[in-house]
């Protein structure tokens, strides 16, 4: 985390040995890997832990899938939007120009599956692009916790189950999840390098830029990952912004200085992340002659999240009817009928949606539901575990702060999957569990240092009772 001192210099715990927060309150600028002159020492950490993220992902993808990916129900809508994407005809959908789902993830399918022959190349693609998001988890909590958190949570990312399972499916979620996370990975390491710079550096400009790009790259594979993604980045610079986690410099106006940084960070950060959904919303404009800046899935979401009602396995929603008017309407025009109808039915019955909401949350953070079996059960359990060890960190008083933007990401998660459908799977928790990994590697070494604590307590009494014994 960013210099987590108290706003008084020189603040000291009760014993007045140690600052306050012990080893937490060390210096940023000795903890963050930017400081290190070595690369490759500072490169190794998040190499090594993608790496045996990516063992395990091969392991996974060759017992469970038998090496082979599969379909989703989304699968034949991806692959016919991707079979024109490289030449004239562009995205279409039926034989005419469409924004059923934003492009990156049809350009990926494009380029690595060409005729929509999803194999060996997709495959070993999906995996390696999955197995670096424990990469992303290890620096993310090494540049914004640091310590020993990077380890714990580098540890935690390459033994989630649900990384090397969504990877298997030719379906936009591991791209999008990993786009988001490397996002939030330039965000941070742009906050870092600013806080370890007395002078202007070309280096933070380039990381925030990097940050933006991908999150709008992220955004525009999975519109449901944009509350997730916004509300982190904000939150991150809001947790910088407060002033606590900034080093004070003495030879210059340390103050005005670093909210005038930060702030010019944050507009690099949002024209960065404009860019690419200025040009996706340009190419709607030009090819369906409307307003369209991420997809034409919006108002069938929020239809289905509206009528959506526990019914059978799990929580797989009752069959939701897709209205007979709407299906005779073209793209748009169907898109925008089905939200204003949606809205009209919150308007009209706003406790049946509210108590709808609420179940939805329940089953979101729940490890698991009704009918899913025992492997959907261990994999929310392991959820679970994240999200206590997140917890345990939200409550440590040295590093609570910290854990905000990645709070405010879980809120954002939270809010698109109650006003949507929730999967049965739980497929639309990954992005929430991704987020949680680096806080909770934070919360793992707060555990860690307790345990140490009293071990060493114990072991010292022991010796004093040897002594009086004696």
């Known amino acids: 985390m960013i210099d987590r001192r108290l706003d008084t210099p020189g603040a ?17 600028t000795e903890r963050s890997g930017l400081r290190e002159r070595n690369t490759w020492k500072r490169l190794l950490g998040p190499i090594f832990t993608s790496a045996a993220s990516a063992v395990v992902h091969l392991v996974f993808f060759f017992v469970y899938f038998d090496g082979a990916l599969r379909s989703g129900g989304d699968t034949p809508v991806y692959e016919e939007l991707s079979r024109g994407f490289w030449t004239s005809h562009g995205m279409t959908l039926g034989g005419t ?19 929509s022959r999803p194999g060996a190349l997709l495959a070993t693609a999906q995996l390696l692009v999955s197995a670096s998001i424990a990469g992303a988890v290890y620096s993310i909590a090494r540049y914004w916790f640091g310590g020993q958190a990077p380890l714990f949570a580098g540890i935690l990312s390459v033994v989630a189950p649900q990384l090397p399972f ?8 591991t791209l999008g999840i990993a786009l988001g996370i490397w996002g939030v990975w330039g965000v941070v390491a742009a906050l870092a390098c600013a806080a370890t710079e007395r002078k202007r550096n070309w280096k933070t400009v380039l990381l925030a830029a990097v940050g933006g790009i991908l999150v709008a790259l992220a955004i525009l594979t999975r519109p449901l990952n944009a509350p997730a993604l916004l509300f982190t980045s ?23 200085r670093a909210k005038l940084s930060i702030v010019r960070l944050g ?27 991420l997809s034409t899935r919006a108002g069938w979401q929020l239809w289905q999240g509206v009528l959506w009602d526990l019914h059978g396995r799990g929580t797989v929603g009752k069959d939701v ?7 005779g309407m073209g793209e748009v025009e169907a898109d925008r009928y089905l939200i204003r109808r949606s809205l009209s039915e919150i308007q009209r019955n706003p406790a049946r949606f509210a108590q709808k ?69 739980y497929r639309y928790r990954l992005p929430l569990l991704v987020l949680l990994l680096a806080p909770a590697g934070c919360g793992l070494e707060v555990l860690w240092d307790r345990m140490r604590r009293l071990y060493s307590l114990g072991a010292a009494r022991g010796v004093q009772h040897d002594r009086n014994a004696s």
Request: charged fraction near 10%; proline fraction near 8%; glycine fraction near 12%.
């Open 12 to 28: 000291t715990s009760a014993g007045g040995s140690e600052p306050v927060g012990g080893r937490a309150a060390i210096e940023f």
């Open 97 to 115: 120009p469409s924004a059923t789902y934003p492009p990156v993830y049809p350009a990926f399918l494009a380029a690595l599956a060409p005729g």
């Open 166 to 173: 969504w990877a298997g499916f030719v379906l936009s979620d």
């Open 234 to 256: 904000g939150g991150l610079f809001w947790t910088v912004r407060n002033g606590r986690y900034w080093p004070k410099w003495d030879a210059w106006d340390s103050v005005n």
């Open 267 to 293: 507009l690099v950060f949002s024209i960065a992340m404009s860019l690419p959904i200025a040009v996706w919303t340009t190419r709607n404009a030009i090819e369906m002659k409307a307003f369209i800046p």
């Open 321 to 327: 009817y897709y209205p007979d008017e709407a299906g």
């Open 357 to 425: 909401f609420s179940t939805k949350v329940a089953f979101l953070w729940l490890p698991t539901a009704p009918g899913l079996g025992l492997g959907m059960l261990l994999s929310g359990m392991y959820f679970w575990v994240v999200a206590g060890l997140t917890a345990v960190a939200v409550l440590a008083t040295p590093t609570h702060r910290g854990v905000v933007a990645f709070g405010l990401g879980a809120l954002g998660v939270t809010v698109a999957v109650g006003v949507t459908i929730l999967d049965p799977d």
